[in-house]
């Protein structure tokens, strides 16, 4: 008999609709094309206006804004739909749980009609831009700086690990406006790219995994960019605003790191079934069962503890210690799982044809993004030396 999971309570028909139609977008319109985009180190940009088109693009926007009017719910459903399918090679969670978000919070109204309606259609790709290659998780260290000059800000400096970067039309862009202040000096200033002189585009990262992800460098050199673009009507507030934000973001990786456990799960006790070890399946042999059942309750656990952080921040209650806790944890513990279903793939495991060696190789990069885990257990521990 199948294991049987509880239904989610905060789903409904229409979520389950949304997730119908992500489902089958992922599966059969991105997934065909993962080894091309592998290839060329990024997707078609075509795929980000198919997304606009089915409503997968800022679904939780209000529609006053060319959004979907829903809320992050909707952008659960296509986050968990996106990495159950294993297509990693745009994000989605960057350009629409992240940027348009930033937006919708802190831009102006003019801000938000300009930009967020285009976004919604995937005429516009966005990608926030912080790491730089002497700055990652401690963001009061950034270097990249913007100088005021008259209604235009000149910004000079470079990033690194810019996820959308190759295809981003619009940059929100961590900078320096007080170079001597620390946190109290940081802004966001959102950039629009094309044709901006001064601006370019470095090459296409080669990663060890999630490789048809366009994750690029950027360069700013004299970059003009209107003070009418700062999000936010004062300098200085870059760093609040990046903090306000996180619980949501880091929510979204765990969201999809749940996901993608059932799914290494689901590919390991499909495979242990039909492969034959002398004589016998594969699955007839205890320690495949001991070893499946011990994946498949982390994968249970993670996904009681993604829903109940889901409905604390439908509540306005998940702070950032439950976050980091969500985010550190969902992330190591797919590593482990994956490593676990890898083991039972035996060699076959190891080959990139098989979606457990891609999921095990895309998995890695987990602990670092989004604030590293060690990081995070300092966020937890800090909230508990109190």
């Known amino acids: 008999m ?50 606009g088109e089915l409503g997968l693009l800022c679904a939780g926007i209000p529609e006053a804004y060319g959004g979907g009017g829903g809320h992050f719910l909707h952008e659960a459903v296509i986050c968990e739909e996106q990495q159950r399918s294993l297509v990693n090679s745009f994000s989605i969670n960057v350009h629409s749980g992240i ?29 926030i831009a912080m790491t730089e290659p002497g700055a990652g998780t401690d963001l009061q260290r950034i270097r990249t700086t913007a100088v005021r000059d008259g209604n235009h800000y000149v910004v000079n400096g470079a990033k690194t690990f810019i996820t959308n970067g190759f295809h981003a039309d619009l940059v929100c862009v961590a900078v320096k406006t007080d170079p001597q202040a620390q946190a109290k000096g940081v802004s966001l200033l959102m950039l629009e790219t094309r044709d901006l ?20 460098e950027l360069f700013f050199d004299d970059v003009r960019v209107p003070v009418a673009n700062l999000l936010g009507n004062e300098e200085g507030r870059g760093f ?10 880091r929510l979204l990786i765990a969201v999809g790191c749940a996901a993608t456990m059932q799914r290494a799960v689901d590919e390991t006790l499909a495979y242990v079934q039909q ?63 994956v490593d676990e279903c890898l083991q039972l793939h035996g060699g076959y495991g190891y080959m990139n044809e098989y979606p457990i060696a891609r999921m095990y190789a895309d998995a890695r990069a987990g602990r670092i993004y989004g604030g590293a885990n060690e990081v995070m257990k300092e966020v937890v521990a800090r909230a508990m030396d109190r």
């Open 2 to 51: 199948a294991i049987t999971t509880a239904p989610r309570a905060w789903t409904d028909p229409d979520l389950e609709l949304l997730r119908d139609t992500a489902r089958r977008f992922f599966e059969t319109e991105c997934a065909p094309h993962q080894e091309e985009w592998v290839a060329q180190k990024h997707a078609d940009r075509k795929i980000w206006r198919r997304a």
């Open 99 to 127: 940027v348009a978000h930033y937006l919708l919070a802190y831009g102006s109204e003019e801000q938000k009609q300009r930009w967020l309606p285009p976004m919604a259609r995937g005429e516009m790709v966005a990608a």
């Open 197 to 216: 002189p001064g601006f370019r585009r470095g090459r296409l990262l080669d990663k060890i995994g999630q490789r048809a992800q366009d994750t690029v």
């Open 240 to 249: 609040v605003q990046l903090m306000q934000q996180l619980p949501r973001e």
């Open 275 to 337: 492969r034959k070890v002398f004589g016998e399946p594969l699955m007839a042999m205890q320690n495949t069962r001991f070893k499946l059942a011990e994946c498949q309750t982390q994968a249970t656990i993670a996904r009681s503890f993604v829903d109940d952080c889901i409905a604390r921040l439908q509540r306005g209650e998940l702070d950032v210690p439950t976050a980091a806790m969500a985010k550190w944890w969902t992330t190591q513990t797919l590593c482990q799982v």
